[in-house]
């Protein structure tokens, strides 16, 4: 079947991926629709707990008119997301590798695909350390060539981290900015009475908060002070992150007619396309609440009983009128709809006989949620306030990771992670 992936990116089946982060991604424009969480619960962050029965569930499909047989492999990877020098065998008991053969053809569909599931770790494989983990996917009569990657976690829950949103303390920005404080403390050992066996101090510890789902403004937290036996990160620079605004959304899980956001909706060619209101510049708006999921998406045909295989696709059309173009950065659809990314597959282009910037996506039927961003020439982090507004109100998620390494260690722990939301508090 190597015929159905000649635009995979043949540079990962050459170079090691030692030197490369790792990211979600996908090699193989036949790869559509990847979700990787834990079972029943479709829309959290992929984390388990180290020692207990936790599954994640891995899906996607294959378009295409033939199904074939993929394997996954998982590695170790320190808390940059870089495979780290670890043998399988220190992290992983069993079966180092598994098939991914557990699919279901499309039903009545106009592009015909295979809905693929598997459960991480697979029957036979257990994970021995805390941590991050790359799952790699591959051809089963091809192991180099590889077609996605996932990311996930394996925490210890050996801390209590408290995080709080606040106010900033200082800047002038005191209406557009979340402040996010971050105290930490042990969890007591409750058989021997006294603390975890592992030097508590922030000089071993690694803390990263990331907002919603992006990576370009995820922030490493450096340490302030103690308040008795807590380690506080606060008040400086890095825990101050631009609101934002409610995320945009559109919703097509009704083809035969618009539901929200959907100007209208076509098909022509054998092709559904979706035509959605055109978008605007909201960073001069009053901040207005919308029901969201933060970038995420869920798929759903609401005439359909089992969406996961009878749902359509559709080409998605997003325009953002505009009577010229930037001259210093480009523009970016970011959310799990683009996986985040802020590069070309993210970019939307100006088209100067519409003066619009557009993107065209092809997308499963469902509700999907996103913001856009403008990412300054030479830069890497995408900014907010140029066309979305920032705002002090946004619910945002926060997701807290705390990774420990003492010297000889060989390998980063994953002592806690805490995920909090302004409308949580």
Not at 15 to 33: C, M, Y
Not at 47 to 71: C, I, K, W, Y
Request: aromatic letters at 14%.
């Amino acid at each position: 079947m190597k015929s159905l992936f000649v635009l995979i990116f043949t540079a990962m089946c050459v170079f090691s991926l030692h030197a490369q982060v790792i990211h979600d991604s996908v090699w193989s424009n036949e790869i559509k629709t990847v979700t990787l969480y834990r079972s029943g619960i479709d829309q959290e962050v992929p984390v388990m707990l180290l020692g207990s029965n936790d599954r994640l569930q891995l899906r996607f499909d294959l378009l295409a008119e033939e199904p074939t047989t993929f394997r996954y492999t998982l590695r170790h990877c320190d808390a940059e997301w870089r495979l780290d020098d670890l043998e399988s065998y220190e992290y992983l008991s069993g079966i180092d590798d598994a098939l991914i053969d557990d699919y279901t053809p499309s039903l009545t569909t106009l592009q015909p695909y295979y809905n693929y599931k598997a459960a991480i770790p697979a029957a036979g494989m257990t994970l021995l350390l805390s941590g991050n983990y790359a799952l790699i996917v591959r051809l089963q009569d091809d192991p180099d060539s590889i077609v996605l990657t996932c990311r996930f976690r394996i925490s210890e829950e050996l801390l209590n981290p408290s995080l709080e949103i606040v106010r900033p303390t200082s800047g002038m920005r005191i209406q557009e900015d979340q402040e996010v404080n971050v105290a930490l403390e042990q969890k007591p050992d409750l058989v021997f009475g006294s603390y975890l066996p592992f030097s508590f101090t922030p000089t071993y510890l690694k803390l990263y908060l990331q907002q919603n789902g992006r990576l370009d403004n995820q922030r490493v937290l450096p340490f302030s002070s103690y308040s008795g036996s807590k380690l506080c990160y606060r008040w400086k620079p890095e825990n101050v992150f631009a609101g934002g605004n409610s995320f945009r959304y559109f919703d097509f899980s009704n083809l035969r007619g618009s539901m929200y956001n959907v100007l209208r909706m076509e098909r022509f060619g054998g092709e559904f396309f979706a035509i959605l209101r055109p978008e605007e510049d909201r960073s001069r708006q009053h901040y207005t609440a919308q029901p969201g999921l933060n970038g995420g998406f869920k798929i759903n045909a609401w005439d359909r009983s089992n969406p996961q295989v009878e749902s359509e696709y559709a080409w998605v059309n997003i325009s953002l009128p505009m009577s010229r173009p930037y001259l210093n950065g480009s523009v970016h659809v970011v959310g799990g709809l683009t996986q985040w990314r802020m590069d070309e597959y993210s970019r939307m282009e100006w088209q100067p006989q519409y003066k619009a910037y557009t993107l065209r996506l092809l997308l499963k039927q469902g509700y999907y949620s996103y913001q856009i961003l403008f990412c300054p020439t030479g830069e890497t982090v995408g900014l907010t306030a140029t066309l979305e507004g920032d705002h002090i109100e946004t619910p945002n998620d926060y997701h807290l990771y705390v990774y420990y390494r003492a010297p000889g260690d060989r390998y980063d722990r994953l002592l806690s992670s805490r995920t909090l939301s302004l409308g949580s508090e």
